[in-house]
């Protein structure tokens, strides 16, 4: 079983910051694909940006120049860099990662974390 560690929500300012951390633990675990999506209230949850060893990042449009996703492959860390943040970025974000255990296949699990309010409010 996987443990998602998250950290670094809070109360900003418009155009203020934040940073986002979420550390996979687990043994013998090595994450693929990691990522945060968020859901605002009354609202599906959305992908906000991933990014897959190697360094290939997906981000959605409406974060795209505000947001930077990047990842600690040997910590099983994922890392979400948010600027200049508005209003409309207030909502739950939650951590995923997707991977393999080693010795186990090529089976992929994929977890959550629990959640981390980011309220952009003056």
């Known amino acids: 079983q996987v443990q998602l560690v998250e950290s670094g929500g809070g109360l900003v300012q418009p155009g203020g910051s934040l940073r986002l951390s979420c550390a996979a633990s687990?043994?013998?675990?090595?994450?693929?694909?990691m990522g945060w999506y968020r859901q605002a209230p009354g609202k599906q949850r959305e992908l906000v940006a991933s990014?897959?060893?190697?360094?290939?990042?997906i981000y959605a449009d409406s974060v795209k120049g505000r947001f930077t996703i990047s990842q600690d492959n040997a910590k099983n860390t994922v890392l979400l860099q948010m600027n200049s943040l508005k209003p409309e970025d207030t909502a739950v974000y939650y951590c995923?990662?997707?991977?393999?255990?080693?010795?186990?296949?090529?089976?992929?699990?994929?977890?959550w974390g629990q959640g981390t309010q980011v309220t952009v409010s003056s």
């Open positions: 687990g043994s013998g675990f090595r994450a693929n694909v």
């Open positions: 990014i897959v060893t190697g360094g290939s990042t």
């Open positions: 995923d990662v997707e991977g393999r255990y080693v010795g186990l296949g090529p089976s992929t699990y994929r977890y």
